[in-house]
């Protein structure tokens, strides 16, 4: 178990508002930084980790700070231990693919939110969390596994997302080889 058990994200409409915030966060609370930049179009999001009490105390202070220009934001007490390294490095290694699942959603915090529920909610494997850049800001959520465990886990993700969120959702059963080269590439 990480000593870091605790991830938060919040995404804004301002870029200046978003150097505000992170300092803001920094300063209320001992959290370690994953991402913090402006990203496509004119927004900017922090991604942070720590303790449960500390990862709280920061997100209260970022969302505190944000006021209006904040868009969405999300708390992870115990967020699945994948999620972390997606969100500062990628997907290391991309899984063999069997049944894929995608989700994609309107809001940074919306595909981390699906993203642990998913992960959580049935035997899968995380192919891609893709947050923000050359997407215009948005989020999706690739995983693969058997058909059944793929249909709970996209429908876990969507539901922990909120409806509001989602841009769309696929299952595909039998993926042929050409999946697999484009989900190399991403």
Known sequence: MSDEPALAVIELRSIARGYVVVDAASKR??????RSEPISPGKYWLAFVGGEAE??????????????????????????????????HGIATKPALDAVGAIELSS??????????????AQVSLVDLHLARGIGGKGYV????????VEAAVDAGVVAAG???LVGREVIANPDSAISKAVQRG
């Open 29 to 34: 609370a001992i959290v370690r930084v994953l």
């Open 55 to 88: 990862c709280e105390e920061s997100l209260a202070a970022a969302v505190e700070f944000a006021a209006d220009s904040r868009i969405d934001h999300v708390l992870l007490p115990w967020a699945h231990p994948a999620l972390p390294e997606a969100i500062t």
């Open 108 to 121: 940074i915090s919306a595909a981390v939110r699906a993203c642990d529920a998913a992960l959580k909610a």
């Open 142 to 149: 690739l995983v693969t596994g058997d058909l059944a465990d």
């Open 163 to 165: 409806e509001s969120w």
